[in-house]
């Protein structure tokens, strides 16, 4: 199991190579662009090259890159899901430019609209999105802390799975969404071995390309995305440890995005931790 951290890239995209080594990540993941902007600039001919260098020498990887905040494919308002499609186009053509695993996204919220017209919104984005951007770049869904009529529940990531059917398309698993949204109560050894069967029947455990590994501040199914370090929250460590034992879960990359015991962005205390407990 490769343990890191989402890390900084200002300065440069290589720099997020550099703050990924300092706190001893061995995979990462990135902004492709300032995440509160529709906008996403192509990096450079010579910035690719100076961060595929650095990526390189480093040994480091799978890389992720993380959309911008403001993506909702499940939109009601026909121009936000267009911005969203833009968006998420640019960003999967910078993880191809980057070289990168792919592109991380929230399913999104459908608001007051009834959640199936919600579903079908995000199936006809992600199409256009994959049609787009030709290329080896996978497109990752990560599931919602819920409420306020998000979509990324277990039942409807499994219906767009179905629906897309495409190999570039996977799943991201946030340990603490999937808490705080009520999908799982306790992180104890026999809940976390059901509920990954069921997964695993509905979608397939294979699917999930990558953990993002937050405690939670928040009480179960509080539908209130807080992320904690690791320990420090309702999840807990003996919770980490239970999900590092679930079959294909300890073979993916496992990425955090914590607080930091500090405060500074997730850290290499957080790392330490989790390595450990997870040995
Ligand atoms: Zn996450």
Known sequence: MKIGAHVSVAGGFYRGVENAQKIGAETFQIFGASPRQWQAKIPSVSEIKKYREALKKSGLGPVFIHSAYLVNLASPVSDLRKKSIASLTAHLKIAEALGAFGLIFHVGS???MAKEKGI??????????LKNVKGKSKLILENDAGGGGK???LEEIAEIIKKVKSNRIDICFDTAHAFESGMIKEYSSAELKDFFSVWDKKIDLKKIAVIHANDSKTAAASHHDRHANIGEGYIGLSGFKNLSKVPHLKDIPWILEVPG????GPDKKNIDILKKITK
């Open 110 to 112: 459908s608001k007051k």
């Open 151 to 153: 979509v990324g529940g």
């Open 120 to 129: 079908d919104f995000i199936f006809q984005g992600i199409k256009e999105v």
């Open 261 to 264: 015991f500090d405060g500074n």
